[in-house]
């Protein structure tokens, strides 16, 4: 996710993803409701896809840098550098780790509801309020 600059005619953010990052969605819809038909999941996860297509990450190098303890999310970390992101946003506790530096990243790491009440305190910043 990468900040912007705030202004009425520019989005406040952009949601970068990846192919690795958007598979992971009908895998955990399926763990979670499996009794869904397989057109429901699909149409989900199209609808993400077409919601966040100026966001898509299709080039990036793994390079070895990550610091975070489970090897299968230096994708998100590659992804991340690669689209010049400011935060990721993930509920993955193994995204960072011991011995991990967060100032090492050009990003910060919050999990979801972190976000949303950030995001909900500086709109009450930027109002004024």
């Not at 996710?1 to 952009?14: D, F, G, N, Q």
């Not at 996860?45 to 990450?57: I, Q, S």
């Amino acid at each position: 996710m990468r900040w912007s600059t705030l202004s009425s005619e520019a989005a406040l953010y952009t949601v970068y993803w990846t192919e690795d990052i958007l598979a992971g969605l009908p895998y955990q819809l399926r763990r979670g409701y499996p009794d869904w038909d397989g057109g429901k999941i699909t149409e989900i996860r199209n609808r993400t896809a077409d919601t966040f297509e100026g966001g898509r990450v299709d080039d990036f190098v793994i390079d070895g840098s990550f610091q975070g303890t489970d090897p299968n999310n230096q994708h998100v970390h590659a992804a991340a550098l690669a689209s010049r992101a400011d935060i990721i946003l993930t509920d993955d506790q193994r995204f960072v780790g011991p011995g991990c530096d967060p100032d090492q990243h050009p990003y910060e790491v919050y999990t979801p509801g972190a976000f949303f009440i950030l995001a909900d305190d500086s709109a009450w910043a930027l109002s004024g309020q």
